[in-house]
């Protein structure tokens, strides 16, 4: 994933931010399970640094 918009300063911990990201393995990996209102979670190696909520995609 590729933050492409959103705040450079890095988020209080607990505190909702808006981004707009990029997948850059497209079109190798299958994105078709992305639906609005799915959870995920952002990872460096094994442990997690965000979760998000999908809520909205564009082509």
Request: charged share 15%.
């Amino acid at each position: 994933m590729q933050f492409v918009a959103g705040d450079d300063a890095p988020a209080p911990i607990g505190v909702p931010i808006d981004a707009q990201v990029t997948f850059p393995y497209a079109p190798q990996v299958n994105y078709e399970p992305l639906r609005l209102g799915v959870q995920f979670q952002i990872l460096e190696g094994r442990r997690i640094v965000g979760v998000g909520v999908i809520t909205e995609l564009t082509a």
